[in-house]
């Protein structure tokens, strides 16, 4: 708008110039960014993994000569948010490594002329559960993750119980 002098009365009807709003796009929901391929993503993205160790590195260092405790508190929380973040990453990397090496024995079988047989989501889950236990066993947490799980269903159980208020 034009500077007007604070003397002068503003006349009643002033030329107004219209700014053209600017559109602003996702491009998680955008068409234009094309779709996602986690593939792609992770070999063009590849370099942060690197760069996330040396933060949590600097982090550990950090929270070693922190004396304040408010400040070592919200660095521990950050160092365990990333670790998480970590193993979330790995877990969601072995599940496409399974889905993809399926995906090949799939193509192998159809080269040799079978029928391509599609898993279930039930036999996926109950494959990825046993593959979890085995994993335990090898690290021998499997007995303490075990105990953790019956008493989780016990209390599970107590509750369905009836009181002996009720009684």
């Not at 600017?22 to 993205?45: C, N, Q």
């Not at 550990?60 to 004396?67: E, F, G, P, T």
């Not at 192998?108 to 559960?129: H, I, R, T, V, Y």
Request: net charge positive; charged share 40%; aromatic share 6%.
């Amino acid at each position: 708008p034009l500077e007007m002098s604070a003397k002068k009365p503003v006349p009643f009807l002033r030329q107004v110039i219209s700014v053209t709003k600017k559109v602003h796009r996702d491009p998680r929901f955008d068409d234009l960014s094309g779709e996602y391929k986690p593939e792609i993503f992770m070999k063009t993205y590849g370099f942060l993994g690197s760069i996330k160790k040396q933060e949590k590195e600097m982090i550990q260092k950090q929270l070693k000569k922190c004396r304040n405790m408010e400040q070592k508190e919200k660095l521990q929380q950050l160092l365990n948010r990333m670790t998480q973040q970590e193993q979330a990453q790995q877990k969601q990397q072995k599940l496409r490594d399974r889905e993809l090496s399926l995906k090949r024995q799939q193509r192998e079988l159809a080269k040799q002329g079978k029928k391509p047989f599609f898993l279930k989501k039930s036999e996926k889950q109950k494959l990825e559960l046993a593959e979890k236990y085995a994993e335990l066993k090898w690290s021998g947490k499997l007995e303490s993750f075990l105990n953790k799980k019956r008493k989780r269903n016990a209390i599970k159980d107590k509750r369905h119980l009836p009181s002996q208020k009720d009684l």
